[in-house]
T-cell receptor
Framework: GQQLNQSPQSMFIQEGEDVSMNCTSS?????WLWYKQDPGEGPVLLIA?????ELTSNGRLTAQFGITRKDSFLNISASIPSDVGIYFC???????????FGGGTRLMVKP | KAGVTQTPRYLIKTRGQQVTLSCSPI?????VSWYQQTPGQGLQFLFE???????NKGNFPGRFSGRQFSNSRSEMNVSTLELGDSALYLC?????????????FGEGSRLTVL
């Protein structure tokens, strides 16, 4: 099935470093969502973006909706050990609540 | 406010059997979507129900089906199970369907097919 191109696939960083990940698509989306998933759990919504060019923050997280509506990025500042997990981007188009997901970015933080 | 509740959390079936998974959405949410998550294919959309009607369907065979009840609770069924159906099945609820939907996921039902 279709997936968004999410990169990087994995990151191993030092605690306190900033992190950046992004998603690109060949299709236009109306909404971009960023989720975090811990082992054995369902994805948890971090940030929702509704408008092209929108920049939204949630604590140490900042995400942007690309002006072409085909991409989005997520930044995490001053990473901490509990940031460990898999981060997914998801795009929502015109088909109801159907989301198209990226392949995920596995983040590992070294204390 | 209780989150999305999925039952059972874990189950093991054998090939050829069928399985039914249940999802109770967040109170007041009327849209329920189902997703399959596997290591190889990632998160794939199965279908969405809103007001007891299927609104959208992903690219899965007819063995995968679902329904929604008047209280917004939803079930999905997989018949004639295959080994490749082993996956984490996630349910997500939203207040409504449409482009402004923020989806909230349950913890999932992990199905193993032997």
């Amino acid at each position: 099935g279709q997936q968004l191109n999410q990169s990087p696939q994995s990151m191993f960083i030092q605690e306190g470093e900033d992190v950046s990940m992004n998603c690109t698509s060949s299709s236009i989306f109306n909404t971009w969502l960023w989720y975090k998933q811990d082992p054995g759990e369902g994805p948890v919504l971090l940030i929702a973006l509704y408008k092209a060019g929108e920049l939204t923050s949630n604590g140490r997280l900042t995400a942007q909706f690309g002006i072409t509506r085909k991409d989005s990025f997520l930044n995490i500042s001053a990473s901490i050990p509990s940031d460990v997990g898999i981060y997914f981007c998801a795009g929502q188009g015109n088909a109801g609540n159907m989301l198209t997901f990226g392949g995920g970015t596995r983040l590992m933080v070294k204390p | 406010k209780a989150g999305v509740t999925q039952t059972p959390r874990y189950l093991i079936k054998t090939r050829g059997q069928q399985v039914t998974l249940s999802c109770s959405p967040i109170s007041g949410h009327r849209s329920v979507s189902w997703y399959q998550q596997t290591p190889g294919q990632g998160l794939q959309f199965l279908f969405e129900y809103f007001s007891e009607t299927q609104r959208n369907k992903g690219n899965f065979p007819g063995r995968f089906s679902g329904r929604q009840f008047s209280n917004s609770r939803s079930e999905m069924n997989v018949s004639t199970l295959e080994l490749g159906d082993s996956a984490l099945y996630l349910c997500a609820s939203s207040f409504r369907t449409g482009w402004t939907g923020e989806l909230f996921f349950g913890e999932g039902s992990r199905l193993t097919v032997l």
